[in-house]
């Protein structure tokens, strides 16, 4: 009996660790991930910005922009469609 105590004291030893790493590992991929989708969602704002200056006289950025902006209002619809989906829950 006390063999198998010892022995499951070494599995739960074992089992934290790799929780530990796994744990750790997670929280590393989710701040990529974290990091890559408010590039994701910023990038829209800055092409905006940019195509809105004034500095680019040509009529190709003015359908640049105007599918920017096509792309940030469909941004913010589904931000808000997800905010009220929380606000329910």
């Known amino acids: 009996m006390m063999a198998e105590n010892q ?10 660790t790799l929780i530990k790493e796994y744990e750790t590992t997670l929280e590393t991929v989710m701040g ?5 989708a408010v590039r994701f969602v910023l990038s829209p704002f800055i092409l905006y910005q940019f195509l809105s200056s004034g500095d680019i006289s040509n009529y190709h ?10 792309l940030l209002i469909l941004i ?14």
């Open 7 to 16: 022995a499951l004291q070494h599995d739960n030893k074992l089992l934290n």
């Open 32 to 36: 990529l991930f974290r990091q890559r």
């Open 61 to 70: 950025f003015s359908w640049a922009l105007s599918q920017v902006e096509s």
């Open 76 to 89: 913010s619809f589904g931000f808000l469609v997800s905010m009220i989906s929380n606000l329910k829950n």
